[in-house]
């Protein structure tokens, strides 16, 4: 079946180029609760991250749940600056340049992780599809809320960038695996209250960086305001209108 991307492979290649090494995926407290409640801990079983540049996520789980980690990644450069990630983290892993949906037979893993990759597909059934059949035991799916205030702010400020999404809510995402024999474990939105900054991610504000900062300066202030109630008194209200993504954790039937 031909998908029919929302991104282009230069977009990726244009996101991760400027990306600071070393670098560590560092959810905040309310997702890392989430992980260690639901998931196992075992130096014995795989990892395999969809869409992986620049492999933080792949360091951030092998370094607190002990996994034996695989990317797959189509971008080429994306790709190495991946493997460079993780070369200087020291951290053994495999990065696989390849399409995700061209991928022959291969073993299945115990863990199928993707943060930011499913919304970027029209078929949504068949990419969680493809994702879940890759699994042998769990399948944990990261989503960005495209709902509420985050969507408004996108809509307003970057047009294409929302357009390359397509809306998941945790009633879908649900229904996307359970479709293709998951049992679902965790299914909500988290992270709290967050802001999406308007001048991020936005042309006219890339090229002029002071204004830039200037508007996103408070919102910055408030997000690490909310990460430190989330950090210290477990203050994280999971909404659709303010909470920045959407966790799915399922365990295979």
């Known amino acids: 079946m031909i998908v029919q991307r929302l991104t282009k492979k230069n977009y990726w290649e244009t996101v991760w180029s400027g990306v600071r090494l070393p670098s560590i995926a560092r959810p905040c407290s309310d997702i890392h609760r989430i992980f260690e409640a639901n998931l196992p801990k075992s130096l014995e079983l795989t990892f395999l991250e969809i869409g992986c540049a620049p492999a933080a996520w792949m360091a951030y789980f092998h370094k607190n749940f002990g996994y034996a980690v695989t990317g797959i990644e189509y971008a080429q450069n994306a790709a190495q600056i991946a493997r460079k990630n993780l070369q200087i983290q020291e951290v053994q892993g495999n990065i696989v340049t390849a399409d995700f949906f061209e991928l022959g037979n ?148």
Request: net charge positive.
């Open 106 to 253: 291969c073993s299945p893993y115990d863990i199928v992780f993707s943060a930011g990759f499913v919304e970027h597909f029209e078929e949504l059934y068949f990419v969680v599809g493809k994702i879940c059949s890759l699994s042998r035991q769990y399948v944990i799916t990261l989503v960005p809320n495209i709902y509420g205030i985050h969507g408004w702010v996108s809509k307003t400020f970057r047009p294409d960038v929302y357009h390359a999404h397509k809306k998941i809510d945790p009633f879908l995402l649900r229904e996307l695996h359970e479709g293709s024999n998951m049992k679902t474990l965790f299914c909500e939105y988290v992270g709290g209250i967050q802001f999406t900054y308007p001048a991020a991610k936005n042309v006219f504000f890339e090229k002029r960086k002071k204004l830039s900062w200037i508007i996103n300066f408070p919102f910055k202030g408030l997000n690490l305001g909310f990460r430190i109630l989330n950090r210290l008194f477990g203050f994280s209200p999971r909404t659709r209108c303010l909470s920045p993504s959407v966790l799915y954790i399922g365990q295979k039937v």
